[in-house]
């Protein structure tokens, strides 16, 4: 008898981050299936699936737009059955049997800024992710997330209990800096020396004076539309003139390694309880790391970098740029062997296995 573990995949309209993620793990559960499973698809309309090797893909009348609010309200027609997974929220969450049928339903939360920075958000998006949470606390058979500090988080604002399991991500498969980096970094208007910062909010401000502090040029990656006035305030008044800030978005892995690859270091602002997809990216390409302390940092970074606190990032970063550099890089990159869509596949086949 074959077992079919059939992965919501997620590609339209969609953070490019989840989108990635999905794809990633899906690779990996098609890598790693046990003899006599296979994976297959499921996929709003509208949406290509670029991984070899599903056993099926089944495509929904519904676009993702039309999915996602007709999955909120618990219809799910046209879906079917079965071990079902999801690499983020967007689940076809309603009532199943798991013990006669045999049918199970897991998603994937990656952050909780819904509930601990909202307004980070649209209102939108942050009403939808609160809703399916509310559907996957009834309904789901399991909620992974991916840090020890977001798992007791959520216990604590849901009724999930035992239903909570811990599996990191990874940076995308191949991840690495293209021979073309110097190019794609020129064209980007890049100067010779900088530091990567990433936060949320006002978070940002620490990073920015760190890098004021070592004489730095700071580089934002995924810059969201609107907040480049208020980043280049943030850093204003953190001593980082305009001039020195290069803010980036929407940038294919190729670039984006390619600027990870080329910065001093990368500077970690925020507390947020989110997977650092940039960390992890960082680590993989051996540049070196200093964040703020925070649950999920002391869980993701653990000794792979500096994790110090916030007032303390000004002389971690000056390390990290001289004397610490070459250490940094090479714990970063050892503990980046602990990230692969391969082991995160492996533990989602168990987790179903348990289920």
Known sequence: ?????????????????????????????????????????????????????????????????????????????????????????????????????????????????????PDALPKTSAAWQRAMLKRAVRHADAVVVPSHAMAERLAEITSLGDRIRVIAGAAPNGFGAPVD?????????????????????????????????????????????????????????????????HLLDRLDDSSRAAVLAAAGAVVATSAAMAWPWRLIEAMELGVPVVAADSGVHSDVIADGGAVVASDQLDEALVDALGVGRQRLQVLGADRARAFSWASSAERVWALHAEL
Do not use: K
Not at 22 to 33: H, P, R
Not at 100 to 107: P, S
């Open 181 to 245: 980096a110097a190019r794609l970094r020129a064209d980007l208007l890049l100067p010779q020396r900088y530091v990567v910062v990433t936060g949320m909010g006002e978070s940002f401000a620490d990073g920015f004076r760190a890098a004021s502090h070592a004489d730095m040029d700071a580089v934002v990656l995924d810059e969201r539309d609107g907040t480049g006035a208020a980043l280049i305030q943030l850093a204003s008044s953190a001593g980082l003139p305009e001039a020195r800030m």
């Open 1 to 117: 008898m074959t077992v079919q573990l059939r992965v919501v995949i997620d590609q339209v309209g969609v953070d490019a981050d989840l989108a990635r993620a999905a794809l990633g793990l899906t690779e990996g559960l098609v890598n790693t299936a046990p003899r006599g499973c296979v994976v297959s698809g499921i996929v709003p309309s509208g949406t290509e699936v670029p991984v070899a090797g599903l056993h099926d893909v089944r495509t929904l009348p519904l676009a993702r737009r039309e999915l996602a609010a007709a999955w909120q309200m618990g219809i799910a027609a046209g879906v079917g059955g079965g071990l079902i997974h999801s690499p983020t929220l967007l689940a076809p969450l309603v009532r199943h049997d798991r013990v006669h049928d045999n049918a199970q339903t897991t998603v994937t939360l990656w952050d909780l800024c819904a509930w601990e920075n």
